[in-house]
C-alpha cells in the first residue's frame, strides 16, 4: 500500500514562490512516478506535472501553463518529490494533488495513477 502525504501549500501573492513537498511510503518509491494534479473549483482535476522513477531516469514532463516556471524533482533518499513553484499566477489557485503509478508509468493521465494524497490548498491572490 502506497501512502502519499503533501504539504507546503499556503496563501502568496502574485509572481511569489511556494514549494511543495510529496512525501511517499514504499521499498520501491525510486522505481514510482510522481505525478502533481491540481483542481480548481468547478474545475476538472489536471495534470501540472510529472517525474519519472530510475526506470527512466527521473524524466520530467510539465502541463505547458506551468512550463518554465515550475520544477518537480524528487529525493529518493528522503521518499520526497518537491514541486518549486515560481512566478505564481492567481489562476494557479487550486488544491494540489500528488499522485504515484508504481508501474513506473511515462504516462499523464489521471486514470493511471492509483495513489493519491489529501491534497493542500494553493492560494495566489493579485
Known amino acids: 500500500q502506497v501512502q502519499l502525504v503533501e504539504s507546503g501549500g499556503g496563501l502568496v501573492q502574485a509572481g511569489g514562490s511556494l514549494r511543495l513537498s510529496c512525501s511517499a511510503s514504499g521499498r520501491a518509491f525510486s522505481t514510482y512516478t510522481i505525478a502533481w494534479f491540481r483542481q480548481a473549483p468547478g474545475k476538472e482535476r489536471d495534470f501540472v506535472a510529472r517525474i519519472t522513477g530510475s526506470t527512466w531516469s527521473s524524466n520530467t514532463y510539465y502541463a505547458d501553463s506551468v512550463k518554465g516556471r515550475f520544477t518537480i524533482s524528487r529525493d529518493n533518499a528522503k521518499n520526497t518529490v518537491y514541486l518549486q513553484m515560481n512566478s505564481l499566477k492567481p489562476e494557479d489557485t487550486a488544491v494540489y494533488y500528488c499522485?504515484?503509478?508504481?508501474?513506473?508509468?511515462?504516462?499523464?493521465?489521471?486514470?493511471?495513477?492509483?495513489?493519491w494524497g489529501q491534497g493542500t490548498q494553493v492560494t495566489v491572490s493579485s
Open positions: 499522485a504515484a503509478n508504481i508501474r513506473g508509468s511515462t504516462s499523464t493521465q489521471r486514470s493511471l495513477y492509483a495513489h
